[in-house]
């Protein structure tokens, strides 16, 4: 069965260090991968996909993740973190034109 | 620029009552999602759709009904809310085939 794998259910990072977020997905073929950001009492919004081709995806506000599928991983990276990055994240694996859910990442920046 | 709205933002219900949560896109998307959010589960899909007139049960449909009436408008019902239905619920269109999904803001509800 198709499923995300989000080992973290917190990070700690400081302010102008660098972040990765994990994700492992189960998904029989070639995935559709998500990441999702949601700030605090708002929705979540997409931050990043990959479909094909390139396995580095740039998305909004210096994030990036990368597509390994020998790993069936797809972490999330950012270079310098900043205070404003202070959110959940949520990887998510296309299946029957549905969305499959990790249980997110709470990530906290320390000033 | 995608849009899905939710209303009401906040609702209170007593048990047993009768809560209808509304959702409505601009996008023009096919697909709509409802989801609850509670804090240990993340995400799950409760119904969603693939068109006007159309509902499907996701993952944990048990107590909730939706109605799609039209492209634009897809509500959840709670015919006989319970305090377990306390929650975030989350409307989400999307296109279907490329997974994207646009999230409402959320409807926080509470059932004394």
């Known amino acids: 069965a198709q499923s995300v794998t989000q080992p973290d259910a917190r990070v700690t990072v400081s302010e102008g260090a660098s972040l990765q977020l994990r994700c492992k997905y189960s998904y029989s073929g070639t995935p559709y991968l998500f990441w999702y950001v949601q700030y605090p009492r708002q929705g979540l919004q997409l931050l990043l996909k990959y479909y094909s081709g390139d396995p580095v995806v740039q998305g909004v506000n210096g994030f990036e993740a990368e597509f390994i599928k020998s790993n069936s991983s797809f972490h999330l990276r950012k270079a310098s973190v900043h205070w404003s990055d202070s959110a959940v994240y949520f990887c998510a694996v296309g299946s029957n034109y549905q969305l499959i859910w990790g249980s997110g990442t709470k990530l906290i920046i320390k000033p | 620029e995608a849009a899905v709205t939710q209303s009401p933002r906040n609702k209170v219900a007593v048990t047993g009552g009768k809560v209808t949560l509304s959702c409505n896109q601009t996008?023009?998307?096919?697909?709509m999602y409802w989801y609850r959010q509670d804090t240990g589960h993340g995400l799950r899909l409760i119904h969603y759709s693939y068109g006007a007139g159309s509902t499907e049960k996701g993952d944990i449909p048990d107590g909730y009904k939706a109605s799609r009436p039209s492209q634009e408008n897809f509500s959840l019902i709670l015919e006989l809310a319970t305090p377990s239905q306390t929650s975030v619920y989350f409307c989400?269109?999307?296109?279907?085939?490329?997974?994207?999904?646009?999230f409402g803001p959320g409807t926080r509800l509470t059932v004394l």
């Open positions: 989400a269109s999307g296109t279907g085939g490329a997974y994207e999904q646009y």
């Open positions: 996008n023009n998307h096919n697909n």
